[in-house]
Nanobody
């Protein structure tokens, strides 16, 4: 069993910053991709940023230049540094991890979500 525990959400004014953290724990052989998704009210969940174990990253166009994803592979933890926040960044942010449990078995896991609210 694998758990993802998120932290760091909250309320911030436009232009401010927040840092999200997500730690994976449990019966983990290795963690392939780790990333962040978000879902605003009435909208579909969308990818914000993801990072591979090897260090490659991918960002949504809407956050490029403002958000930075990073990983600590030794701790199976992913971070999302969010700067220059805008009201349209308001959403529930979900951590996602693609985990190798044993050789040949890979599963997809989600965190419980953390609310990010940006006031104008």
């Amino acid at each position: 069993q694998v758990q993802l525990v998120e932290s760091g959400g909250g309320l911030v004014q436009a232009g401010g910053s927040l840092r999200l953290s997500c730690a994976a724990s449990g019966s983990i052989r290795s963690v392939d991709y780790m990333g962040w998704y978000r879902q605003a009210p009435g909208k579909q969940r969308e990818l914000v940023a993801e990072a591979s174990m090897g260090g490659s990253t991918n960002y949504a166009d809407s956050v490029k230049g403002r958000f930075t994803i990073s990983r600590d592979n030794a701790k199976n933890t992913v971070y999302l540094q969010m700067n220059s926040l805008k009201p349209e960044d308001t959403a529930v942010y979900y951590c996602n991890a693609v985990v190798w449990l044993v050789v040949g078995i890979r599963n997809d896991y989600w965190g419980q979500g953390t609310q990010v609210t940006v006031s104008s």
